[in-house]
């Protein structure tokens, strides 16, 4: 007989929500908790929400990106209105890290059978033809309905303002309405969750890394796959929308946010038929949370009975394999094999100075 235990997840972004949906499918005490109005309003908002498994990784983690797509699979059988575009993603003239397995070589023939509205092909390009892109906001209030539906509890407008810790367990949540007990705290706040931390007295070596999101209204669809290449990285969010992923520079001048999202607007009017009506509807940032070495950080502190971590970049692509997993875990009170390389336990240093993680890279 399963315990039910009373779970707090902090943050109502992808990860959350899928942490809240996989504990409430198992008939869990969740309660979700977010600081903003709504969900989806951190990192998730601002993701070019790619679901792309296919570059190379650490042989490690290998895995879980291996099981991405499966888990998509299964969760739109789980939740059928859930709407994924599986359109693939056409990469030409940048280098790529992508595992060849998961790429077809297209000559110009096929590019132009794909993508009729480009002004200029090259001649032949990679096809990651099994991967999508979804509507991050979309998605992520989905999950969130239906963990509601599944008994989950939802607080918003609600600051943590401090973890209650007495001995070596978590006991609560003071937030800025009041006490909240628990038995197990999940922390999926992003980049926030070092500061989190911190008083509990560890850190999480997470970093806000930015990332620039532009959204364009398009009068028809000029985009049909996911598009990466030197000039632009680009999408169709909707039939009516285009999006379009940029580097981060600085805040200033000609580098700043929207002089870059200005020029990727005029890039690609110049590069799409029909990209002459294009019309700028925002320029954003947003902080993606970086573990230090750019993997995940899942699973419970080993000192601090009933603290959870789950931490990871690229979230689109790996919340709800890892939140199932994340589940079992707290849920069964075990330690999955398949999320061992991600324990927060990889960056302890020894003696000599390296961590347990750059050991596994020699």
């Known amino acids: 007989m399963i315990r039910k235990q009373k779970i707090i997840v902090i943050g109502a972004g992808i990860v959350g929500a899928s942490m809240a949906y996989n504990l409430s499918k198992r008939n869990q005490d969740v309660t979700l908790i977010e600081s903003h109005s709504t969900v989806a309003c951190g990192v998730t908002e601002k993701s070019f929400a790619w679901i792309n498994p296919s570059g190379r990784v650490l042989k490690n983690f290998r895995h879980l990106y291996e099981a991405t797509l499966a888990e998509y699979h299964e969760l739109e059988k789980e939740l059928p209105d859930l709407k994924i575009n599986w359109h693939g993603a056409l990469t030409w003239g940048v280098p790529t890290n992508a595992e060849e397995s998961h790429i077809q070589k297209l000559t110009r023939q096929q590019i132009l059978e794909l993508e009729p509205n480009l002004k200029e092909y090259p001649e032949e390009a990679g096809f990651a033809f099994e991967e999508g892109g979804l509507d991050p906001i979309l998605t992520t209030k989905r999950l969130v309905e239906q963990a509601e539906a599944n008994g989950a509890k939802l607080l918003f407008d609600t600051k943590v303002v401090q973890i209650k810790k007495e001995g070596d367990k978590v006991v609560g949540v003071y937030t ?161 094999k398949e999320l061992e390389s991600c324990r927060l336990s990889r960056f302890e240093f020894d003696a000599k100075g390296e961590s347990d993680h750059e050991r596994q890279r020699v």
Not at 243 to 256: F, T
């Open 176 to 336: 800025s309405h009041g006490f909240i007990e628990s038995d197990v705290i999940v922390m999926a706040a992003g980049a926030a969750v070092p500061e989190l931390c911190k008083p509990l007295g560890f850190d999480v070596p997470v970093v806000p890394s930015p990332s620039i999101i532009i959204h364009m209204k398009s009068k028809q669809k000029l985009i049909h796959t996911l598009i990466t290449n030197s000039e632009f990285e680009a999408r169709q969010l909707t039939d009516d929308t285009l999006i379009a992923a940029e580097d981060y520079m600085d805040e200033s001048g000609e580098n700043g946010p929207e002089a870059i999202g200005k020029r990727a607007l005029e890039i690609l009017r110049h590069q799409l038929k029909g990209g002459e009506n294009l019309e700028l509807q925002s320029i954003k940032v947003g902080m993606r949370p970086m573990p230090e070495d750019g993997y995940p950080i899942v699973g419970f502190h080993d000192q601090i009975k009933g603290l959870y971590l789950a931490v990871m970049h690229s979230a689109i692509t790996l919340a709800p394999v890892i939140s199932r997993l994340a589940a079992n875990e707290i849920i069964d009170n075990v330690q999955l």
